[in-house]
């Protein structure tokens, strides 16, 4: 028998998917006040990354920006929670593929390719990508520890024929797809902390000395894919843009480390726009180098 919270889930779910949005941001609203004046969620973690960031910038100036970011993450986890059940008709409401020219281009010259992205805006939105484009969608991701919201997050993915491939099966699930010949794109989010064992290149980020996982370059590079840069770009609530970047044509021709570097800094001129829209919540300093 299924537990009665996520029965409650799956109905709270459903009713986001179709609520309007002035109602639905009402809850965004709960959730913010919740989640930085009673809860503090990671309250310390922002602040200190916030700080790093942006030392130049005054104790109130990161107060604003840190009040911002809570705000747009509640949104984001209410959008997220309410695509699980929305209809192709509804998301158009909230988000709009511009670029397209870029993938239709490589689609054309049948060139597979790998996009960097990183943790801005609603990046979860790129999942409808498929909506939009005849690629195969392969979108690398680390499972949850908690299993339900894994799954939850695993059929938000699956819904418009993305193909979510665990970390670990990304090299053979790569591989396999290669050989067969079809165009695909690999998605993979490529800001995050890696393991220690994973510190491949460093290189100032954001006014920190950074780690980059390099497993994105390298996957690139062995297949000579394309390389873009997908942003999910918030234009105002309930309103997003998703744009590509076109890095590189064929990373085959690139040096080492070279398309990181660049992916590094184009996410860094993104976020330095807009600071609310990236994700401050996790740990992104949390390895020194030794």
């Known amino acids: 028998m299924k537990h009665p919270g996520l029965i409650l889930f799956d109905v709270f779910s459903r009713l986001l998917s179709i609520l309007p949005k002035r109602v639905m941001y ?12 009673l809860v ?14 942006f030392p130049e910038k005054s104790d109130k100036d990161i107060k604003k920006i840190a009040k911002r ?20 008709k509804r998301l158009d409401q ?19 390719a790998m996009g960097m992205l990183g943790h801005y805006g609603n990046w979860e939105l790129l999942t409808t990508i498929p909506l939009h484009s005849p690629y195969t969608i392969l979108t690398v991701y ?21 193909v979510p491939v ?7 699930t790569i591989a396999r797809h290669q050989n067969q010949g079809g165009p695909y794109i690999v998605g993979m989010v490529a800001d995050q902390s890696p393991t220690k064992s994973g510190l491949n290149y460093r290189t100032t980020f954001l006014n920190q000395d950074t780690a980059f996982f390099l497993g994105a370059e390298r996957i690139a590079r062995k297949y ?6 997908p942003a999910v770009k918030k234009v105002k609530r309930g309103s997003y843009e998703i744009r590509f970047t076109l890095l590189f044509d064929n990373a085959a021709e690139t040096t080492e480390t070279e398309i990181t570097e660049k992916y590094a800094r184009t996410l860094e001129s993104l976020i330095r726009e807009k600071p609310e829209y990236w994700l401050w919540s996790h740990r992104r300093w949390k390895h020194t180098r030794d």
């Open 94 to 112: 909230f988000v709009t593929v511009k670029d397209m020219d870029v993938l239709d281009d490589l689609y054309r010259r049948n060139r597979n």
């Open 69 to 88: 970011f809570y705000s747009h993450l509640s949104d984001v986890m209410v959008e997220d929670i309410a695509m699980l059940h929305m209809g192709t």
């Open 224 to 229: 000579n894919h394309s390389v873009m840069f």
């Open 142 to 162: 680390k499972p949850l520890k908690n299993r339900f919201f894994d799954r939850k997050i695993y059929e938000m993915r699956r819904r418009f024929n993305e």
């Open 166 to 172: 665990p970390m670990k099966q990304a090299y053979k």
């Open 40 to 53: 503090g969620y990671r309250k310390k973690v922002v602040y200190e990354n916030l700080r790093y960031a």
């Open 26 to 37: 009402v809850f965004a609203d709960l959730l913010y006040l919740a989640g930085y004046y």
